[in-house]
């Protein structure tokens, strides 16, 4: 298979690319600029602005298309915590949803079987606390910027794919964790490695993680299995957790000891809306669950991996 890949060079898009050589696939890219980390058998079509590419170079993109037979669409501006932009959701429209539907458009008339959108379970919403795991049937409530340029890319998907023979499949994850992960969850692995005390010690949420291998796992199916097309997926591994207990097996893989204060959440909430840090403590101590079931029935998946096997894999990024 002729697979075309965006965000190639990020944190799943490199993932991605070993797996689907592994598996005999042809890869090709569009890049920002040439990267030499991409391994020289993937063919890199450097176009700069994606969207500007897109507008001015369709004419001239069809001979390399044509043979394309899907599509993996990770690229995307992501939740960015304090945006600075004049207006955030006119940015994140242009990248996660003008972007996405000009792309699909082009590719669907190149004749590209199927594309695969990577969005976000922040689509569904913001949190489950109190409520019950999000699921496929779930009405959709995005707040944010980011989570509301998603849901209008998903929507339009879908409508291009009424409209064309290319078929769509949109998955939804949690928050992807593996080898290379940036942001809050590679704070949390330093500060479980320098033996930090850390005060989550009292932290009864629930949290539903996806690691990265699978996800590639997951991608790798749906860029054939006939079931898969035009369908919605929230994948995860199917073992909820709390933060507690997330910070505790991020201690087992590292073999450290962690030292965790039983601060009351309450206490913990109300310092961190101070400083500002609300967003950070609505991850931290808030329950986002998901049902992923319907991909294991579907599509008969089954995790490639579990949390602690996953956990260990990523000692080397301490």
């Not at 980390?37 to 079509?45: A, E, F, G, H, R």
């Not at 940036?182 to 949290?207: D, E, H, T």
């Not at 035009?230 to 087992?252: M, P, R, Y």
């Not at 967003?279 to 079931?293: E, M």
Request: proline share 5%.
């Amino acid at each position: 298979m002729k697979v075309l890949l965006t965000g190639a060079t990020g944190f799943v898009g490199r993932g991605l690319v070993k797996i689907l050589e592994t598996q005999g696939h042809k890869v090709s890219a569009f890049v920002r600029e040439f990267s030499a980390k991409l391994p020289d058998s993937v063919t890199q079509i450097e176009c700069g602005d994606l969207l500007h590419y897109l507008e001015f170079e369709a004419p001239n993109l069809s001979a390399r298309l044509e043979d394309i037979d899907a599509v993996v669409h990770l690229a995307a501006r992501v939740h960015i915590m304090h945006d600075t932009s004049a207006d955030p959701l006119k940015e994140f429209r242009r990248v996660n949803t003008e972007t996405t539907l000009n792309l699909a458009r082009l590719v669907a008339k190149a004749g590209v079987k199927r594309f695969l959108f990577l969005s976000s379970v922040k689509v569904n919403g913001e949190s489950t606390t109190g409520e019950p795991p999000f699921s496929e049937q779930d009405i959709c409530n995005p707040t944010d910027p980011y989570a509301i340029s998603k849901y209008e890319a998903e929507q339009g998907l879908l409508q291009i794919a009424q409209e064309t023979r290319m078929e769509v499949v949109i998955i939804r994850p949690p928050l992807i964790y593996g080898p290379d992960v940036k942001g809050n969850f590679a704070s949390m692995m330093r500060w479980v490695g320098k033996g930090i005390p850390l005060p989550l010690g009292g932290v009864n949420n629930q949290r539903s993680l996806l690691a990265l291998e699978n996800l590639l796992d997951f991608i790798t199916r749906c860029l054939e299995h006939p079931k898969a097309g035009n369908q919605v997926f929230l994948l995860s591994d199917g073992q909820d957790i709390s933060t507690t207990e997330l910070i505790q097996k991020i201690a087992q893989a590292q073999g450290k000891k962690v030292r965790l204060l039983p601060v009351p959440v309450s206490l913990m909430t109300m310092a961190a809306g101070l400083f500002g840090k609300k967003a950070v403590a609505d991850r931290l101590f808030g329950s986002l669950q998901i049902k992923s079931d319907k991909a294991r029935k579907l599509l008969d998946w089954r995790p490639a991996l579990d949390i602690d096997e996953q956990l260990i894999k990523m000692n080397g990024d301490i």
